[in-house]
Structure formats: C-alpha cells, structure tokens
C-alpha cells in the first residue's frame, strides 16, 4: 500500500471506487498518523499532509469497503494548557461512518499513567484494546423512500430503545432480536401501527462507550448516553456484523419504517462524549484536539466545563466542534433518511459562554439550513448548569419536552394543591409557554413518563425508588415519588389498590390522548412494563429493561384501552389542534370554542380561576367547526365533548350543562369503567353525570 495526496473535504474516510481518502481535523497536532489494520490486527502507518484548515489528510489506492482505521496524532502532551496529545493511543475518527467492537477496557486506554494524576504520561500503547473504525459503500436501493413529513399536529410519538423493544419478542426471530432488524420486523410494526404510532423516537443509536465502571460490576450502558461516533451508528444493535454491515440495516429499518407509516427521530447526545472529564480515557476527541472539540474551564484549562454531568461537555462554540455536530446531522438526514432528532440537554448547545442563549450559532445554523430546518427538532430544554431550566424558551422551529406538562398532570392525578390555571394550560398546549413567540399547540411534546425515570405502572406503584441493582446504594435516580402506593410497594394483593392503580394508568393515557399538543408514550407503558421500582435503569440491559411480551389479563386490558384512545384521537381533529383557543364564541354559535365548567355545569368564574385550587373540573370542546381554518381554506367540522376530570377521593356529581352545549350526550370513555362500550350510556343536558373518585369521563354530543 501507499499513500497518494489527499483531499480534504469530505472529512472522514471516503471510497470512490478505487480507493478511500482521508481527512481528519487537528489544529494543535503536530504530526498525525493514519492507521490501517488488517484481518489478522497488523497496523500500517502513514503520515497524513496538513494541506490547510488544519485538515489532515491523504488518499490510499486499492482499498474499499470493511478496510479498518483510526488515527494517532503527535503533538504536546500538556494538560494544564488543554493539550492531551498522546500517539501511543489509537484515535478513532469523529466522522467515521462505522465502527468495529467497542473499548477492551485496560490502563493502557488512559493517556497518562492509571493510577497517578493525570499531568503523568502513559508511553504504552493501546491498539489491541480498541474498536476500529470502518470504510463502507454507502450505495444503497432506497427506491422511492422519501421522509413522511407527518404534519406535527398528527404525530404521536413512541419513544423507545432498539434493543430492549424487541429482545424478548416471542413473534420475532432470535438471531434479529435487539437489532435494527428487529425494529423493522413485520411483529414489531404491527403493534406500533394499532397503536397509532407515527413516529418512533429512538433512545442514542450512535455508536457509544460502555465505560468500564459498569463493565467491572456486570453492568452496560444501556440507554447510550455516551457517544464516540456521531455519524456511526451502534454497531451493537446490528444483526449484520461490524464491518459496516450495521449501516445498510439501518437503512433498511428507516426503508421499512417510512413504508408503513412510521417516521423515525433519533435521540441525539451532542452535549458530551463518553471520555469523561480530566482522569477519562482517550478515545477519540481528547486526543486528536482536547482545546477543540471540549469546553474547557478558562482558568484552569486542565479541567472541563461540565454542565451535562457526565464530565465534559462539547465545545459547541467552536467552528470545528459545530461542524461536526452539523456534519452529523445533515448525514443522518439525507444519508440515513431519517425524520427528525431528539436533542438530550439541548439548553448545553445553546452556550455560548455561560449563560443559555437561544441565540446560539448552533440555533442560528439550524434555522438557516434547508435541509435540517424542515426537519421535526425536539429539545430536552435542560440541562444541569445554572440556568438550564429552559422550558418554553426555545426558538419557534422547535417543540421541546414539556417537563411542566409532566409534572402539572403527576401532581393532579395524585392529589396534590395545583393551580387549576397551570393544569388548564397544560391540558391545552401550554399557550403560556408558547403561544407569544409564535408557536403552536405541537410546540408543547407532552409526556407523562420517559426512559428517564419510573415507568407508568412504576409511577403509580411505588413511593420509593428501588435502584439497589444499579450498585450505588440506591442513591441515584429521582429521590421519590410522593404518595401513590397508599402503604403498599410494588405487587399488591388488595384489589382495592390494585384497581386504583390500574384506573390511574388509564387516567394519566387518556389525559395524554386527549391533551393539545403532541403525545409521546414511554414505550411499553401501553401493557404496563414494569422496571420493578428501578427509575434510572441506564445501566440495566437485562430483564429490568427489556420489554415482557408475556402479557397478563390486565396488560392486555391496558393495551386495548390504549389503541382504542389513539383511535380516538385519530379521528377527532378537536384533539389534534394546529391552533390555540380563542376562548370565544365561532361562527353565530353561542357558545364558544371551549368552556371550562364547575361540577354544577357552570362556566368558571374569575373566583373560582383566581382560588387556585380544585380537584374536579369539567372542560366543554366546541367541534361544530373547530373555530380555525384546517386545510384550504375550509373548517372541519367535529363533534362536540364534555371531559369530566375528578382527582379528588370521592366521587363527584357532574351536571350536564343546559342552553347551547346540546341536549343528549353518549358516554365515550370512562376510566372506572375501561369496558364501557361507546354509547351504551346516554345522559340529557341537565341531568347528573357521576364521575367515580380519581377518574376521568368523556362524553360525546349525539343530539
């Protein structure tokens, strides 16, 4: 082999048929190394050219595709100035588009000597010890694939985890179990389809870094929430092989996803990496430019600026950092087609210096882009430097994680004082959060529940956290939960709590399905997964974490109860708005386009508004044109609800209200009673509705 004169853009290793090129960045670097292996772990070197922009780089003729790689760079090994250069470790690319195997954990893995501070430096070489990045053929048939664009209105979004979806599905071959494969498997699409599921979120499918920490006590990362390839994705979850076989499976899981309906979004973790703070191992970034790709605390630059929690955070301020988060996404957009991203502690990216500034270049960048700008952009508006809380503060492209929905709809359900102004803005799609900067209903991703914590069926079960297995002497995690149980943890005997709580579950699905904005379900809450009390199982890839297909009486209770409330909001626009309430009467009706009443069928007063608490309320839904104009110009007409919420001990006499609202109603849902079929109770305006103690009805106008 030689190496021939290179080109420096595209960065990465790109084939053309004949051979691959080169390019990687480093600013600081005085010399760096490009790494070929062999089948049987050879490595040959050469030395790459910096041609300009501190790009490196060089073209190798008569290798393609599943060619393994990495890089070692030279420079000063310099902690207290930022630098960690350190070429006896194996680098692997920031734009690698594959890679082989993960770290083999050891003290050579680390560029200075383990077990001292880390301003000594480690002179022993770990190659045999690392993954290898991998060329790959990017060439595939996408035939006619295309994304879906959904309009966000319609969305309901199922987050869930590769791995553990399908990794005991019975319906599913074993040999693609946990795999992207599986994903795409006829079994799974059918139970995301009758759930009325349009899109899949995607816990991190970039390629990330079991840390050793957790190897050394049985345990994985397996929630992947410590990325070392951007454009790479885990090969992991491939059931082709590491050798850029995970690639094409990818491909084909978003191909077969899209035909069916279903868009995919992608759980992004740009706001740290998987090496770790000053005493993490060298991996990729630290070693190819430590001052480049990592904040660094100004005073002290041996030291990182973490405001993720996990010991570094990206330089997001820095062009060449920048690119690579935008290199990520547009390949992930137009390469792997999928439909939008996820960003994990999004309020990171928009430092600037200190302080979250929704004007960040990152921001900017993304407005301005053509591509990436069309695209569904959720953010997790937090993260956990001072500040951070960013909920409602993003800039009008994006729809974020709606933590005050969550925590509004816990505290009501349970019980707890509330505002009764703050649940009537959750339940409508947050217009207070929202609404003055331009946004819309779909703004608001309204959740009850998320990896990040308790499962529903945890939620409602258990006081305390139970995270003994995560061998931290139960000290991570939420610190509790506040008064579900009702004295009894976990399982219970009682069927009076048993029934409490599997009407809670039904209360939290149905405030969800028929709350504005977009919904977003935990998967596998659907048939009541459980996580036996554990509410930060990140490190559980086992049974804790994996989805029970072995569904009892109830689970499939539950999971009917879901479909059929989905179905529902499928076919009524009124719950799917693109536009807010205007609290006014529409098109000569008297009545206007939604009415908050008492439980005596009375419109809310200010007092009442103004007392600020109140555990039954009743919610009026005009449908006879929606009071907005949907699609060319035309209303749609829907029909017309009553929502009785009760959160209260005892049950509560609702009365019909009488004038305009209608004359007959026929009961649709009721969340005492899951086996109510649609109509088979109808009540006249005037008449009482009894809503039994924390339950939820809903009537439709039939006359």
């Known amino acids: ?49 910096e041609a300009r922009a501190f790009v490196w780089n060089g073209y190798v003729p008569g290798i393609g595709p599943g060619q393994r790689y990495a890089f070692r760079v030279h420079g000063p090994y310099a902690p207290s100035q930022g630098h960690r250069f350190n070429a006896n470790k194996l680098l692997l690319d920031p734009h690698a588009r594959a890679i082989d195997g993960h770290v083999d954990w050891g003290p050579e893995a680390f560029g200075y000597q383990l077990g001292s501070h880390d301003l000594t430096f480690s002179d022993v070489d770990d190659a045999e010890l690392m993954p290898k990045c991998v060329v790959i053929d990017p060439w595939f048939d996408w035939g006619g694939d295309k994304r879906l664009d959904i309009p966000w209105h319609e969305t309901v979004i199922y987050e869930t985890h590769v791995k553990g979806f399908t990794q005991l599905h019975p319906g599913v071959p074993p040999e693609i179990r946990g795999t992207y494969a599986g994903l795409a498997h006829p079994a799974s699409i059918e139970h995301l389809q009758l759930l009325g599921v349009t899109a899949v979120e995607l816990m ?148 600037q210096f200190h302080l979250v500034d929704r004007l960040s270049a990152f921001f900017d960048i993304i407005h301005q882009d053509p591509i ?57 799609g947050s217009s207070d959060l929202y609404e ?136 009524h626009p009124i719950f799917r708005r693109r536009n807010w309430f205007q609290g006014r009467a529409i098109y000569g009706s008297e009545v206007t386009d939604i009415v908050w009443l008492d439980p005596k069928g009375t419109p809310m007063s200010d007092e009442q508004w103004n007392a600020g608490f109140a555990k039954s309320v009743a919610l009026f839904l005009n449908g006879d044109e929606l009071g907005m104009r949907e699609r060319r110009g035309r209303p749609i007409a829907d029909d017309s609800f009553m929502l009785f919420f009760n959160a209260s001990p005892d049950s509560v006499g609702f009365c019909l209200p009488v004038g305009s609202y209608g004359d007959e109603w026929a009961t649709v849902i009721d969340t005492n009673e899951p086996m109510l079929e649609e109509g088979e109770r109808v009540y006249k305006a005037g008449e009482e509705i009894p809503v039994e103690s924390r339950s939820l009805v809903v009537l439709r106008r039939v006359a």
Request: hydrophobic fraction near 35%.
């Open 204 to 351: 991190p499918v970039h390629h990330f870094v079991h840390p050793q920490h957790l190897l050394d006590k049985g345990l994985r990362n397996y929630w992947g929430y410590d990325s070392i390839g951007f454009l790479a994705p885990e090969s992991g979850y491939s059931s082709s092989g590491g050798r850029g076989g995970q690639v094409t499976e990818f491909k084909q899981m978003v191909k077969t996803l899209h035909e069916a309906g279903i868009e995919v979004i992608l759980d992004v973790v740009y706001n740290h990496t998987g090496e770790g703070n000053h005493l993490g191992p060298t991996l990729s970034f630290k070693g190819l430019d430590n001052q480049t790709y990592y904040r660094l605390v100004d005073e002290d630059p041996r030291y990182y600026f973490d405001v993720t929690g996990t010991g570094n955070s990206l330089n997001a301020r820095h062009p060449e950092a920048l690119r690579l988060i935008m290199d990520s996404l547009r390949y992930w957009a137009t390469e792997m087609h999928v439909d939008g991203f996820r960003f994990d502690l999004a309020a990171a990216l928009a430092r």
């Open 1 to 49: 082999m030689e190496l021939w004169p290179g080109n420096t853009y595209p960065l990465g290793a790109t084939w053309d048929g004949e051979g691959v090129n080169f390019a990687v960045f480093s600013e600081h670097g005085d010399r760096v190394q490009l790494c070929l292996f062999d089948d049987d772990g050879r490595e040959t070197r050469f030395d790459l050219e």
């Open 436 to 571: 003055n900067n331009g946004r819309k209903p779909f703004a608001s991703i309204n959740f009850i529940t998320a990896h990040d914590g308790f499962t529903l069926n945890d939620l409602v079960s258990y006081n305390e956290k139970h995270n003994e297995a995560n061998g931290e002497d139960n000290q991570d995690g939420e610190s509790h939960n506040r008064s579900w149980n009702h004295g009894v943890e976990g399982e219970t005997d009682d069927p009076a709590i048993h029934q409490l709580r599997e009407r809670q579950k039904r209360n939290f699905l149905a405030t969800l399905a028929l709350s504005q904005g977009v919904p977003m379900l935990l998967g596998g809450d659907e048939m009541g997964r459980t996580q036996r009390g554990n509410n930060n199982a990140y490190c559980q890839d086992n049974e804790i974490s994996w989805f029970d297909w072995s569904l009892r009486e109830e689970n499939l209770l539950l999971l009917g109860w879901t479909r059929r409330l989905m179905q529902m909001r499928a076919a």
């Open 372 to 428: 990436l700008s069309r695209m569904k952009l959720i953010a997790e508006p937090w993260d956990v430097g001072e500040g951070g809380y960013q909920v409602g503060n993003f800039p009008p492209l994006w729809s974020e994680w709606n933590g005050k929905y969550r925590d509004t709809m816990r505290d009501f359900w349970r019980g707890e004082d509330h505002s009764l102004a703050d649940f009537a803005f959750r339940l409508t």
